[in-house]
C-alpha cells in the first residue's frame, strides 16, 4: 500500500511563497500521474495542478503562472512551488496518485491514494 504524506503548509502574507512536499512511503509503484488539489471551507476539491510520468505538467487557471509542480522520482517526492500567494488560495491541500494511465484534474475520481492535507493560510 502507498501512504502520502504533505508537509510544507503555514501562514503566509498575501504576495509570500510556500513549498509543499508529499512523500511517499511504504510500498510504493511508479505512479503515472501525481496532483495537489485543494479544498477550502464550504468549497468543493478543486484540482491545482498535475505532473505526470514523462514530466508533463498541467495547472489549474487560477494559478498558471504562479504555481510549480515538479517531482523527484528517486525519493518519491512531489512538490508544490507557490508563488505570489493570494487570499483565495487559503486552502487544505492534498497530494495524490494514481496508477491508470490518465493524468488531468477532473474528475479527481481517478486519483486512488490520497493524502491527508497541509494547511495553507494566506492573509491579506
Known amino acids: 500500500q502507498v501512504q502520502l504524506v504533505e508537509s510544507g503548509g503555514g501562514s503566509v502574507q498575501a504576495g509570500g511563497s510556500l513549498r509543499l512536499s508529499c512523500a511517499a512511503s511504504?510500498?510504493?509503484?511508479?505512479?503515472?500521474?501525481m496532483a495537489w488539489f485543494r479544498q477550502a471551507p464550504g468549497k468543493e476539491r478543486e484540482g491545482v495542478a498535475a505532473?505526470?510520468?514523462?514530466?508533463?505538467?498541467i495547472y489549474a487557471d487560477s494559478v498558471k503562472g504562479r504555481f510549480t509542480i515538479s517531482q523527484d522520482n528517486a525519493k518519491n517526492t512531489l512538490y508544490l512551488q507557490m508563488n505570489s500567494l493570494k487570499p483565495e488560495d487559503t486552502a487544505m491541500y492534498y497530494c495524490?496518485?494514481?496508477?491508470?494511465?490518465?493524468?488531468?484534474?477532473?474528475?479527481?475520481?481517478?486519483?486512488?491514494?490520497w493524502g491527508q492535507g497541509t494547511q495553507v493560510t494566506v492573509s491579506s
Open positions: 495524490a496518485a494514481e496508477w491508470l494511465g490518465v493524468c488531468v484534474l477532473s474528475p479527481m475520481g481517478f486519483f486512488g491514494y
Open positions: 511504504g510500498y510504493t509503484y511508479s505512479s503515472y500521474c
Open positions: 505532473i505526470d510520468s514523462d514530466g508533463f505538467t
